[in-house]
């Protein structure tokens, strides 16, 4: 049941994020700004916590394939940056056990890191030319400003998720 609950609440986030990327870019006091999110990627790391490491990897693996074949620009760069951002998130809350100020602040780190991955590994390859100020000015801060607006909803959903499972135990 809980894996049930956290692939659909999986697939709204990710057909919410993709919502955030057809609106953007917004032009801003003349100034063409891009705020997108990383939800999904926000649940999973919080689901590494909250829900255990092996359900979040698994979700990171299927949602990381999802998002390469259905964006298609360039395959492996999702699955590849939400295994490592998993093992990360894993690592960071060994030090930092459950504080909430501590992990909003690792999980919107690892959102802005996530998306600086994006751009590092589409600038390498040449598909986008945007300078790298331009580009943490413009999209990156903005898009973590984004989802520090979210993250209170997503951390509701992670408990809650986690929630189902222990009940679940309970019951059985």
């Given at each position: 049941?809980?894996?049930?609950?956290?692939?659909?609440?999986?697939?709204i986030l990710m057909?919410?994020?993709?919502?955030?990327?057809?609106?953007?870019?917004?032009?801003?006091?003349?100034?063409?700004?891009?705020?997108?999110?990383?939800?999904?990627?926000?649940?999973?790391?919080?689901?590494?916590?909250?829900?255990?490491?092996?359900?979040?990897?698994?979700?990171?693996?299927?949602?990381?394939?999802?998002?390469?074949?259905?964006?298609?620009?360039?395959?492996?760069?999702?699955?590849?940056?939400?295994?490592?951002?998993?093992?990360?998130?894993?690592?960071?809350?060994?030090?930092?056990?459950?504080?909430f100020v501590a992990?909003?602040?690792?999980?919107?780190?690892?959102?802005?890191?996530?998306?600086?991955?994006?751009?590092?590994?589409?600038?390498?390859?040449?598909?986008?030319?945007?300078?790298?100020?331009?580009?943490?000015?413009?999209?990156?801060?903005?898009?973590?400003?984004?989802?520090?607006?979210f993250f209170v909803?997503?951390?509701?959903?992670?408990?809650?998720?986690?929630?189902?499972?222990?009940?679940?135990?309970?019951?059985?």
């Amino acid at each position: 049941m809980q894996m049930i609950v956290i692939f659909i609440i999986g697939i709204i986030l990710m057909y919410t994020d993709m919502a955030f990327a057809t609106f953007s870019p917004m032009t801003v006091f003349g100034v063409e700004v891009y705020f997108v999110p990383k939800l999904l990627l926000m649940y999973i790391l919080l689901l590494t916590i909250y829900a255990g490491p092996r359900i979040s990897m698994f979700f990171a693996i299927l949602f990381g394939v999802m998002l390469d074949i259905y964006i298609g620009s360039l395959y492996g760069i999702h699955i590849f940056g939400f295994i490592a951002f998993v093992v990360f998130m894993q690592t960071a809350f060994r030090v930092f056990y459950r504080d909430f100020v501590a992990m909003a602040f690792v999980v919107l780190l690892n959102s802005f890191l996530f998306d600086f991955y994006q751009y590092a590994v589409y600038s390498v390859l040449d598909f986008i030319s945007m300078p790298v100020f331009d580009y943490v000015a413009l999209r990156a801060i903005p898009s973590v400003l984004v989802s520090a607006l979210f993250f209170v909803i997503l951390y509701v959903l992670a408990i809650q998720t986690a929630k189902v499972r222990k009940e679940l135990r309970r019951i059985n």
